[in-house]
């Protein structure tokens, strides 16, 4: 069974930077693109960004330029380098397969950005 688990979620400032994580096993994750996903309050759930197994990325607009997507094969693990954060970046973040139908969703973790 799949087992996702989000981490490293704070509240900072505008223009600060925060790397998310994102423990996963089971399912055969492990072999999946992997991608984060973010949902605002009100909001319909959106893509930020994809990690495939060999590297290979894909971004949503959102992310393009200021966020930078990675992942460790050896510790089951994804990432989610955010940088020059703005406040319509608020949401809770998830991470989830790419690729494939979704699995079960961890609970995310919320990053808050507000002067």
């Known amino acids: 069974q799949a087992q996702l688990a989000e981490s490293g979620g704070d509240s900072v400032q505008p223009g600060d930077s925060l790397r998310l994580s994102c423990a996963y096993s089971?399912?055969?994750?492990?072999?999946?693109?992997m991608g984060w996903y973010r949902q605002a309050p009100g909001k319909q759930r959106e893509f930020v960004a994809a990690?495939?197994?060999?590297?290979?990325?894909t971004y949503g607009g959102s992310a393009k330029g200021r966020f930078t997507i990675s992942r460790d094969n050896a510790k089951n693990t994804l990432y989610l380098q955010m940088t020059y954060l703005e406040p319509e970046d608020t949401a809770v973040y998830h991470c989830?397969?790419?690729?494939?139908?979704?699995?079960?969703w961890g609970q995310g973790t919320q990053v808050t950005v507000s002067s």
């Open positions: 990690v495939r197994r060999d590297g290979s990325t």
């Open positions: 989830n397969t790419y690729d494939r139908p979704y699995v079960s």
């Open positions: 089971g399912d055969s994750l492990s072999m999946s693109a």
